[in-house]
């Protein structure tokens, strides 16, 4: 009979011991059903680093399920590996789960968050199901994990769901190998499970269909009602409705900077935007992140969602709540963080009562805690793949091998959309996003991130952080790391080692090009245009080439006006400011005279040799963006600019022997070119394709016998730019690498700063052991 065989002679047992993202994803039921199905005997259960397994019976059978262990395994799972040992038969009979047990020492990858499935979803909506219209609705393969653990193993007493008594009926599913809901941690019914209710001022509106209904109707008449989600609130409002989505922006100090949009499904979402296959097979993803689309030219949407921008962000509901709140009649919505801009966002029940009354009208609320919040991730596809531009729910905290064992690094990452990294053994967790670190608030929810993260992975015995003295980051990782080492690492050099770890080529010669607005350099200048080349020790470098530095007259001042760049590149070329260019004409009388005085004599000025910052001059010179609302809007405007063009202009970087970039010659013939009546566009198209040019040329005359570039950094979050220096790179006999699982901008960089952080660590064990680690 199945799953009862007595000992035989020729039966054979195995332990096997799985390894990976295994807990939280069905794992276990899907052991027992196969080992049940080929009449196996033994047990599985989770220790805090792995899944356990012994498998006993005859020998072609135990070699089938080892194989189907792993070509077969739930599709949430990622293996990282399986150990097999053979072991002596006993006298089992029946294949169990087992309570699961602590392992010193070891941790298992903690599973991100999961949209709800669609068999949850299939019962939602059926007026038959005990769980029709439950806001909580989850199973083995769908809902909430990173934010609801408390402590690993991943068992309910170690979830935020621990309080939530389950009911008989729950319990009988729980404890059935043969249900769906089989050891699903969060699993709850409306007898048993969390309450939904909204909160209007002094009224509270109880009961799910109640709340919901009330929402609902706020919503179409103009409210902003904040939803409580699974890793934080946000704030929602209709996006058709101008004076609506403007008012948001007023509450939230958001500026231009675009929302997202909620929509009820993928015809909804065609309404709005153009989608292509991989488009939609990443919006219809277990992550389902904001994918950021080509707006269509009739979309029914508010100018104010997305100021100027031809894309919108759009998601799909990934939450029971989202699914019953979307109807026919209200079936988009803005979908933003719940929080003022630059800080972060609101998970808790006091931080909520303290921060989102004057964001909202009113509240959808419950009482499942989150333990851990995790703001929505954000992805573009380029050349039918990912390109992360935020990387959190969903993915976080999946982990990136980084091949050799070593010793666990906290690094802290950036000052700019700040995510930090903990390092166990042989692999690398990056956090959620957490934000600019810029606030109190903001430091507060890193510090706590970094707490709850190192309790449930591991204690970590090295700290790493970015170059700059004024980061916020190394300041507190300098007030934190007592005896501990710290290894300050350039920023760029991050950039490009972030992306050899996600691609698993850590040690490889590689010429990285670091394109970003700011990086502080090792000559205390801002360095941001780096050619680098790394051998075969990752985690060291050589600045192999750069753009031509210019001065940044007032430090922040000309990162928040464009114009002031625009001036500094004519005073470097040695272009009078004439009233008819346009970032002359944008500044006043006085701020010329401010400006002109701190280039002549250098005071408040300090060397920059970034692109990203190069781009904001171009912008001003073609009359683009004299002022920026939130990081890299003159930028993107600029691309969109470009998009538009029919032809390039003719436009040319100089790259010296040193694979130097000099943009003089160019800032000279764009000036030229604007006073001969050329089209913005063709300058600005022209402008995109002198780079890619530029940074070919520098490159070839950096690599000598290296084949393989990097392209890293918050300025390849430029399509256009990025597949123009693909294209030249790949043409000039080069393998590219770009961004798949972390983002080229500053949400990547602490990924680099603890893989630079591990190699430094090895090496320096590796000499003192009198070895060459290469």
Known sequence: MTGTLLLHPDDVRQRFTVTGVVQGVGFRPFVHRMASELGLVGFVGNDSGAVFVEAQGPAARVDEFGRRLRSEAPPLARISAVSVVDIQANGDTGFRIVDSRIAPGTGTPIPPDIAVCDECLAELFDPADRRYR?????????????????????????TTMSSFAMCDRCAAEYHDPADRRFHAQPIACPDCGPSLWLQR???????????LAAAQQAL??????????????HLACVVDDQAVVTGLRGRKARGAKPFAMLVRDLDVARRYAHIDDTEAAIMLSPARPIVLLRRRMDAPVADAVAPGSPLLGIMLPYTPIHHLLLTSELDALVMTSGNRSDEPICFTDDDAARRLAPLCDAVLDHNRPIHVPCDDSVVRVVDGRELPIRRSRGYAPLPVDLGDEGPSVLAVGGELKNTFCLTDGSRAYLSGHIGDMETLETLRAFERAVSQLSEIRC??????????PGYQTRSWAEGHVGERPLDLVQHHHAHVVSLLAEHGRLGEPVIGVSFDGTGYGCDATIWGGEILALGPQSHRFTRAGHLLAVPLPGGDAAVRNPWRMALSQLWTAGIDWATDLPPVAAATQAELGVVRSQLETGVGCVPCSSMGRLFDAVASLLGVRHHIDYEGQAAIELEVLAESAHTPAELRLAVGDDGGIDPRDMIRAIVAALRAGVETASLAAGFHHAVA????ESVDRAAGD???VGLSGGVFQNVLLLRACRQRLQQAGFEVLIHRAVPPNDGGLALG?????VLTALASQSELRGTDLT
Not at 138 to 158: A, K, S, V
Not at 693 to 696: G, H, L, Q
């Open 753 to 757: 700063q603890a893989a630079v952080s």
């Open 134 to 158: 439950h806001p909580f609705i989850t199973c083995t393969n769908c809902g909430p994990r990173f934010t609801i653990i408390r402590e690993l193993p991943y068992d309910r007493p170690g």
């Open 220 to 233: 179409a008449t103009g409210a902003v009602v904040a939803i409580k989600g699974i890793g934080g609130y």
């Open 459 to 468: 204690q970590p015995v090295r700290l790493a952080a970015d170059l700059h």
């Open 706 to 708: 290296v084949r393989l």
């Open 693 to 696: 040019v530029a940074v070919a």
């Open 201 to 211: 001022g002094a009224e509270r509106i109880p009961g799910c269909d109640a709340a």
